[in-house]
């Protein structure tokens, strides 16, 4: 805490005037507004009792969201934490789950798509269950990887952590290992860490995303990170790690020739390759008959999912 006691007739420092009126503009009266809860613009950097602290990826402001998507604050990033300091203080909830499943969804999607998954392991696992928001299509997956490092950082400090990432939202977890085995100064987030399942995760970059590439509008539409999936994956691939704690694999494949994806050549879930999936160090490799955007909400998956995670 910034102390500032200044003595009679002196000009209190200049941090402390803005620490104040940010304090100050903090405990307006506000009133919640809906909201879409992110869509493609906007990446989670923090996370307290349901609150989200938002980042837009195009107009460079922060937001303050609650468990219901509302938003309460719309400023600096530090107007948001203050006004979160504030309903934490009031709301003085107590933490009772010690371990957290963080969900990340994949490039073009949102929270979401996370939200079958998310219910069943509400249901049958006695954790607390959160999903991380990222402008997939903005920026690169390095950034994404170090806003889920902000994002996980502001959880208990006493929880433990496993994950579900679908898709690129795989790609982004390893990358945000990689960054903390580089960096010793949060290998203590990295020892909470226990145990991952990727679906559908280009672990071998992604066959369609080079095919897409030579389309001059694709690096507009899907962004820098679908870049690195594709044309770039030989160079990127070495910013990324091994989960060093246990993780398994569920690959889709589209069983039925109608619906084949022209642009792949060898089995595949529409978009992934049955073996972009595969990274050597698995605990399994589960293959089900699934379409890739609907991995989350295959019953088959689910019950896979809360074995690996919960049992």
Not at 55 to 80: F, I, P, Y
Request: hydrophobic fraction near 40%; charged fraction near 25%; glycine fraction near 6%.
């Amino acid at each position: 805490m910034l102390q500032c006691a200044a003595e009679e007739g002196e000009t209190p420092p200049k941090q402390f005037l803005v620490d104040r009126k940010e304090k100050e503009q903090s405990r307006q009266w506000v009133i919640p507004i809906p909201t879409f809860g992110g869509l493609q613009v906007w990446t989670d950097h923090g996370y307290r009792q349901g609150y989200r602290i938002q980042h837009n990826a195009v107009t460079d402001s922060w937001r303050l969201l609650d468990g219901n998507d509302r938003r309460w604050m719309w400023g600096t990033r530090r107007q948001c934490e203050a006004f979160l300091d504030n309903v934490s203080k009031r709301s003085q909830s107590k933490i009772r789950n010690k371990h957290c499943i963080v969900l990340v969804h994949g490039l073009m999607r949102t929270k979401h798509s996370m939200t079958p998954l998310k219910k069943v392991l509400q249901k049958k696992c006695d954790c607390e269950i959160v999903c991380f928001s990222y402008a997939s299509t903005r920026g690169k997956i390095g950034a994404h990887a170090a806003a889920l490092r902000e994002f996980l950082e502001s959880l208990p400090e006493t929880w433990t952590l496993s994950f579900v990432g679908h898709s690129m939202g795989n790609i982004v977890i390893r990358h945000f290992i990689a960054d903390l085995q580089d960096d010793q100064k949060h290998s203590e987030l990295l020892s909470r860490c226990q145990r991952m399942v990727m679906l559908g995760p280009p672990n071998q970059g992604a066959a369609i995303a080079r095919q897409l590439s030579s389309l001059g509008m694709f690096e507009w539409i899907a962004g820098e990170g679908a870049m690195e999936l594709g044309p770039d994956w030989d160079g990127f691939s070495e910013s990324l790690a091994t989960p060093p704690f246990p993780f398994s694999i569920v690959a889709g494949e589209v069983e039925n020739k109608a619906i084949q994806n022209p642009l792949l050549d060898n089995a595949s879930d529409f978009v992934v390759e049955v073996d972009e999936a595969r990274l050597e160090g698995s605990e399994s490799f589960v293959v089900v008959p699934a379409l890739h955007s609907f991995l989350m909400k295959d019953a088959q998956v689910q019950e896979f999912v809360v074995d690996f995670l919960c049992h």
